[in-house]
């Protein structure tokens, strides 16, 4: 609270840029974690709450005869034009913002103040609840040809942005790894990251490094030594691809600063492929680019796509479909294993892998899956969260939406496919939000040494436990699964690539509300559930009120004396009651006692069927009527 130097502001106006001429007019609050705005002038007083880690910059422009403007851009995308009446108020909110959106350490994040009310234990659970050894596991490893290695277990030896366990080949010995690692840019050599098995005699993998410090004629006979090993642990293919993710050109300077790519005379039986996917540098001003198109007031459909192609960013999402799909079809068809590589192997390489893992695997179709693949491909491999989502105050020359890249890759995917992901669109937007809010700890940090030095585990709570809880939310209802799935083979000529107006036109409440088809089937079946819920309620109760089922809440108790048990008559015949004998004439009563209560019960029974019969005849027309 000690940055915020004035936590509230009235007469505030929320400018539409649809409806301009009339201005939502509230109160502006700002605390610790938020800044609220509450409509004043509105039956149903409506509240916008946005985060302050949600904040990605702060304008504030010249004082106008309406009042002080300030445009508070976020990183969900969402946009709020706001009127402040006094400039005082207005520079005090503006300072506010800027420290309160820009924390300077760790420990200022949402994340280590978020309390969701959970002891010690479910904090433990929910941590372990996604456990990349299982995945390996899954994926048949180790065996034979794969060891999982703990060389990396001091974070000091190798790599300190690598997991502190890796899968690497089994006949590479330790000074191979070790001196593969001292070749690669920032010691991150070869390592496993998607074991592909078809059948129990054809299989082929994926590995992922950074690239060689070969600069124009260098070389390593370890290095060259790592690969061969790769090579040979797919005895079904003579050769292995080599991917370099970047355009050659880049690939190239990078020779003069002594790194580069792998010369293909100095490594036997490999084939070299470059994939042309841009820079973070270049993705940044995309993006940019992108959002003022998204901005635009009433553009012309000639100005609105002059921008969108001008921006460039469906066309770098399609670079990186495009080499997720040639390893997909490298791995499948070929059962050739790959190595990619980008410059140091946490951006492109994170993307390009995971989009391969997800053409080739359904289980990273499902959610639990997507979330196994961000913790493999992206946490615990290093792409670095903080400097790429701009967590803290820091370069903004770091800052670049590699991750956005790869869940809009994903969401095409969706859209090609509709009945092969568990999980709708609403998931992935939610992911995507909740990485750049800082609540909870699986993002923050730029690889596994740091978490581990933050203690993330022992003070933040993990994500995944939270979206599990709302899944039916995030249900696909289109989802078929299928044990024996091949691969996915998705069209990537241009005109399969779609502006995703969900995730960056989601806030625009002047544009009339697109009705999602998907939301409205799993309304209706949902709908439908409980339509058979009820009817099986009701088809229970008919058979209970026919004698073919028991009552589960256990059978009324007559007036009179209950029909007597095997266990309730004596040898002689005679009814036991209370541990005395009855005599003829007790019997006699009693059994006509209980004649009478039969009676008396199968008349109530009949009525009961009878109202329950028809109550299921009037359900079925109402259920029928319904679809």
Known sequence: MEHIITPKVEHVK???????????????????????????????????????????????????????????????F??????????????????????LSQPVKYEELFAFLYNPKQNEQQRREGWAFIDTATDFNRMGLPNDYWEISDLNKDYEVMCSTYPSTLVVPKIASQATVMGSAKFRSRGRLPALSYFHRETKVRWAAICRCSQPLSGFS????????????????????????????????????????????????????????????????????????????????????SDYLTGLENSGWLRHIKAVMDAGVFLAKAVADE?????????????????????????????????????????????????????????????????????????????????????????????????????????????????????????????????????????????????????????????TLPLHFKFWCGMYNRFDKGMHPKQSVLDLLLALTQKKTESERKMTDLQRQLAVADGVLQDPAGPTQPVTNPIPSTDQLGGDGNCVTKGASKNLNSELLCTTNERKTSESESALTLSKGKAVSVQIKDFRKEVQGSY
């Open 14 to 76: 929320l400018l539409d840029r649809y409806n301009a001429k009339n201005p939502a007019i509230g109160t502006l609050y700002l605390t610790a974690t938020h800044l609220i705005y509450v409509e004043t002038y509105n039956d149903t007083r409506k509240e916008a709450w946005i985060l302050h880690h949600h904040i990605s910059s702060v304008e504030k422009l010249p004082l106008s005869t309406s009042g002080c403007p300030l445009i508070i851009r976020c990183k969900n």
């Open 78 to 99: 969402r946009l709020l034009h706001l009127l402040l009446p006094r400039e005082k108020e207005c520079q005090n909110v503006y300072q506010s913002l800027l420290r």
């Open 218 to 301: 260098a070389r390593c006979v370890e290095d060259e030594q790592m690969l061969q090993a790769i090579s040979q642990a797919n005895p079904n293919c003579p050769f292995m691809y080599v991917v370099d993710t970047r355009p050659k050109l880049n690939a190239m300077a990078n020779r003069a600063a002594g790194k580069g790519y792998e010369n293909e005379g100095n490594y036997s039986n490999i084939r070299f492929n470059f994939q042309g996917i841009e820079n973070i540098h270049v993705m940044r001003n995309s993006l940019q680019k992108l959002l003022e198109v998204c901005a635009l007031k009433s553009p012309s459909m």
């Open 335 to 491: 059962q050739a294993s790959v190595l990619v590589h980008c410059s140091d192997g946490w951006d492109r390489t994170a993307q390009v892998c995971s989009v391969a893992c997800i053409l080739l695997d359904p289980f990273y179709r499902t959610m639990k899956g997507l979330m196994m693949l961000l913790e493999k491909e992206w946490i615990s491999m290093g792409h670095k969260f903080t400097q790429r989502c701009g967590f803290l105050d820091g370069d903004p020359k770091e800052v670049s939406p590699v991750f956005t890249q790869f869940v809009e890759c994903v969401w095409n995917l969706t859209e090609q496919f509709p009945c092969a992901f568990e999980f709708n669109e609403r998931f992935l937007i939610d992911i995507h939000d909740n990485i750049y809010a800082c609540q909870f700890g699986n993002f923050i940090g730029n690889c596994q040494k740091e978490r581990e030095e933050l203690k993330i585990q022992e003070t933040t709570f993990s994500l995944w436990p939270f979206l599990l809880k709302q899944q039916e939310w995030y249900r696909n209802p289109l989802y078929k699964r299928s044990v024996k799935s091949g691969p996915l083979r998705p069209n």
